[in-house]
């Protein structure tokens, strides 16, 4: 699985744009098949390598994979990925955890030591969100 996984990234990085393959399905350098008299066909890579990929099981074109993908792997090294952090829910908060965040702001605008964003930032919601609260 790790060579596959070595050798898509390989294909994808290669700035050519295609690669080339032969009748039999091989890979090969465009000059080399050129100056060898060989006929080749041009891939995409990238649906070369969705090939392998389903072929060994990850279907990448799925998106619900995708996601378990990313938080099993996050789950796994212990970190967490920007694209795992969007893939996760919106978090919903009670009339009641509204009132006692707006109260705790009451209290931190008392002391003037923090602006609005960066309360909003500190809670994890979103600026206009924190407004609309506060309005509320």
Do not use: C
């Amino acid at each position: 699985m790790r060579d596959l996984i070595k050798e898509a990234i390989a294909d994808l990085k290669k700035g050519d744009g295609f690669i080339y393959v032969t009748s039999e399905g091989n890979k090969i350098d465009l000059h080399e098949a050129a100056t060898k008299g060989i006929a080749v066909t041009p891939v995409n890579p990238k649906d070369q390598v969705i090939k392998k990929l389903e072929a060994a099981g990850l279907h990448l074109n799925d998106g619900r994979f995708l996601n378990e993908l990313n938080e099993l792997i996050s789950l796994v090294t212990g970190s967490s990925s920007t694209s795992a952090a969007k893939a996760t829910k919106r978090r919903s908060f009670t009339d009641a955890e509204k009132s006692k965040i707006v109260e705790e702001w009451q209290k931190v605008e008392a002391t003037g030591k923090k602006t609005k964003a960066a309360f909003a930032r500190e809670i994890g919601v979103g600026y206009q969100t924190f407004i609309n609260w506060l309005r509320g």
